[in-house]
């Protein structure tokens, strides 16, 4: 028996929601599962962008469809997963990914920096997985999920990130938890850590300041920054029949970051 292992990797009649699609990580997944074949919802905060993404994704023969979301807000993404369902009937893949960053040393970080990075990078990513979830529960069908978690909710990393670090920590706890609890309804939940990833916002940080892209490259063992595309890969793996044996896992994409 010959294994069809490029048929393994193929997304078509499946629906993926992404969320923090509008750029980065989110935009480079949502277009990569599009790219197999899947419909994609493509979920961010910023309309104008999102349906500039779906509107790409269409363009080349995908489907795709942009929705509004602030996903700190329950109530929104109970009603973004209402919209999915009312324009697909089903979601089979789920990818938490928006988050963001509010640096401060430690000792001066504010509570509201505290709370507004934990409210997006964790409870957004709970709010999502939990209503996401429900849906597949009932459905009977299964699913997978991917959290976008990072390093550094594995490792230390530089000053400023008490908040940011914590709620990745918490990303990869709810991960391997939801995978013990739903894999009776065989519901795959699994997250990527990648390290510094060349998204837009890293990409101008880098030019602004040299003496970072020198301390992420003293910190990679492939001596390069990874690029969105490094983390696409994964993902597609993740949500394909490829990882129907994969659940929480924690899948880190670092160029070797954590292996120093």
């Known amino acids: 028996m010959v294994i069809d292992v490029q048929g393994m990797f193929g997304l078509g009649e499946k629906v993926a929601v992404v969320t923090g699609a509008a750029s980065g990580l989110g935009r480079g997944i949502a277009e990569g599962l599009a790219g197999q074949g899947a419909a994609v919802v493509v979920v961010d905060v910023d309309p104008g962008r999102a349906q500039m993404v779906a509107d790409g994704i269409m363009a080349a023969g995908g489907d795709a469809i942009a929705l509004t979301c602030d996903v700190s807000k329950q109530g929104e993404v109970e009603d973004t997963v209402h919209r999915s369902l009312a324009t697909y009937g089903q979601i089979d893949v789920l990818v938490a990914n928006a988050g963001i960053g ?44 991917i959290n976008m978690a990072s390093i550094g909710g594995l ?28 894999a ?26 040299p ?16 690029e969105v595309r490094d983390v696409v890969g994964p993902a597609v793996f993740l949500a394909s029949e490829a990882g129907a044996f994969v659940t929480g896992h924690v899948l880190v994409v670092d160029g070797g970051h954590t292996a120093k």
């Not at 065989?186 to 602004?208: F, G, K």
């Not at 003496?211 to 001596?223: C, S, T, W």
């Open 102 to 145: 509010l640096r401060s040393p430690a000792e001066d970080m504010t509570l509201e920096q505290w709370r507004r990075v934990l409210s997006v990078n964790l409870d957004g990513v709970w709010f999502f997985d939990q209503a996401v979830g429900r849906h597949m529960i009932e459905r009977g069908e299964g699913g997978r999920i």
């Open 155 to 182: 490792v230390g990393v530089t000053t400023g990130n008490a908040n940011y670090t914590a709620s990745k920590g918490g990303v990869i706890a709810l991960t391997r938890c939801l995978a013990v609890e739903w």
């Open 184 to 209: 009776e309804h065989n519901i795959l939940v699994n997250a990527i850590a990648p390290s510094h990833i060349r998204t837009p916002l890293i990409h101008e940080l880098m030019q602004e300041k």
């Open 211 to 226: 003496e970072v892209r020198e301390y992420f490259l003293n910190n990679i063992a492939l001596d390069r920054i990874g």
